[in-house]
């Protein structure tokens, strides 16, 4: 029986899990990334983790990784990341020397993406659309059980398409990009604007201080409606399975679809808006399964 062993690089934390078969979990751990000891350590952390893990049952295949950020698939190497250490870095062939195994890598909207398309919420739709919407905004695509990458390797980038020509600028490099509105470092770059205080957007959600100005909530579904919406028309995918910190936010299912609703092309949406089921163990379990879904 074939085992498969997933590792999600996190930006806290790096979790391994291994699983047989039917998809049962084996053995997991996690342990802190501790990225701000530098690129070294951080392949110690996952060699050590892998050496773990394989001592509750054999690996026969390919493991998978999950990583934050763009993949330059020629160098096995990430182009950007909010784990400064591992950009431009021979991250996919020092894991391989590491681990003694061959790897997948992929990133982590991807992984989500997958993990709920084959065990999560979406797993009876053909077409997912996987969104990651937390400090950044990404998503990952999947057409029948498969992640669809695209010639350049950057299907699902929503984050990255125009909502305001000429708006707020963004780290890629253009304006108005949908993550300068929709993300958590957005929203937390706006409330500080309205307020003059500095807050996460978790807190400001959780503690519904965003009553006391409700237009930061009233642009953040407007917004929210507005990029989906430009998904929905271009790719009208069978069903939008939400994840990352601000999938929590329940407006988002209500408020929000309705938002997407008012300016779809279409008269009567019918595109299911869903809750994640695996959490944030959705990227661990996109990588273990990998080599079954490429």
């Known amino acids: 029986m074939a085992n498969k ?121 053909r077409l997912v659309f996987g969104v990651v919407l937390g400090t950044g905004c990404g998503a990952g695509v999947v057409i029948n059980k498969n992640i669809h990458r695209g010639p350049n390797h950057i299907s699902g980038e929503w984050g990255h398409h125009v909502l305001y020509p000429n708006g707020r600028s963004c780290y890629c490099g253009n304006k108005g ?19 003059g205080e500095f807050q996460r957007v978790t807190d400001i959600i959780n503690s519904k201080a965003y009553l006391t100005h409700p237009e930061w909530k009233n642009n953040f579904i407007t917004n929210f409606g507005k990029a989906l919406a430009n998904v929905i028309d271009i790719l009208d995918p069978d069903a939008i399975v939400l994840g990352g910190g601000l999938s929590k936010v329940e407006a988002l299912y209500t408020e929000g679809r309705d938002a997407i609703a008012d300016v779809v092309f279409s008269n009567g949406m019918v595109t299911p808006i869903i809750k994640n089921k695996l959490g944030d163990s959705a990227g661990v379990f996109g990588a273990a399964i990998l080599g079954d879904y490429i």
Do not use: H
């Not at 951080?42 to 983790?49: A, E, G, Y």
């Not at 990009?177 to 309205?194: H, M, N, Q, V």
């Open 5 to 125: 062993l997933g590792i999600d690089i996190g930006g806290t934390k790096i979790e391994a899990i291994l699983i047989n078969e039917q998809f049962q979990v084996i053995e997991r751990k996690r342990v802190s990334t501790n990225r701000g000891e530098g690129y070294d350590v951080i392949i110690d952390q996952i060699s050590k983790l892998a050496s773990e893990l394989k001592e509750f049952g054999n690996i026969n295949s390919s493991v998978g990784i999950c990583v934050p950020g763009k993949i330059d698939i020629q160098k096995g190497a990430l182009k950007n990341s909010s784990i400064a250490c591992l950009v431009d870095q021979p991250l996919q062939s020092d894991i391989e020397a590491a681990l003694s195994l061959p790897i997948l890598m992929e990133n982590d909207a991807n992984c989500f993406a997958l993990a709920e398309a084959i065990l999560g919420s979406a797993k009876d739709y």
């Open 177 to 195: 990009c949908a993550e300068s509105y929709i993300s958590g470092t957005a929203l937390e770059t706006e409330w500080k604007a309205l307020t």
